[in-house]
């Protein structure tokens, strides 16, 4: 049996290297994307390599520019041949008010959060219907579902991301590739580095679990994504310790 290959766009540290280290455990061959954190990725892989003995294609470069996807997926192509699993993970955010933000901030937030998303599935989608098979799994936030005060433009970019789950799993579920979405809540990341202690625990008192999620836990529940069922598509699944 052919090994299965997954991609995973930010892949360096926190969520996206949960995700991979979960999938290496699986035996997946792995395409790894980072954009400026290459010395992470590459201890990252050579770890993978070692306690796993997986594939490892590190691809470094800028997941919001599209003639990077281009060249990316091409290269996939030539180690691979496939994509069965592609997470959408790349993220960055923006905590201030609308007011100060400009519209080089803008851009750049749409394009890295959003814009990112459109130009992976276009060049995944069609290896996947080649094999009349796939999984398409996007890293989103339960602030794509509520909004948030100061954080505007990521919760319009996870918000379009989740519009965009839901459309393109209508637009694929006929060839039997399933698109879901998870929106996490508060995961103890780098991500989270712009609250100080006393901000953290006050945070935690308004999530019913007590606490932050772990990425370990992000990356468990995209890897059953990846495996359940062929029917559970178009799902925002939310992972947030009953937060919202």
Known sequence: MLSKTVLITGASRGIGAAIAKRFAREGYQLVLNCANSKKDLELLSEELRSQYHSQVLCCIGDISDYTFVESMFFSIKKAFGKVDVLINNAGISYIGLLTDMNIKDWNKIVSTNLTSVFSCCKFAVPMMLSQKSGKIINISSVWGITGASCEVAYSATKGGMNAFTKGLAKELAPS???VNAIACGVIDTQMNACFDAQEKESLKEEIPS???GTPAEVAETAFQLSSFVNYLT????????GYI
């Open 176 to 178: 039997n590739i399933q």
């Open 210 to 212: 007590g606490r932050f």
């Open 234 to 241: 178009g799902q925002i699944i939310t992972l947030d310790g």
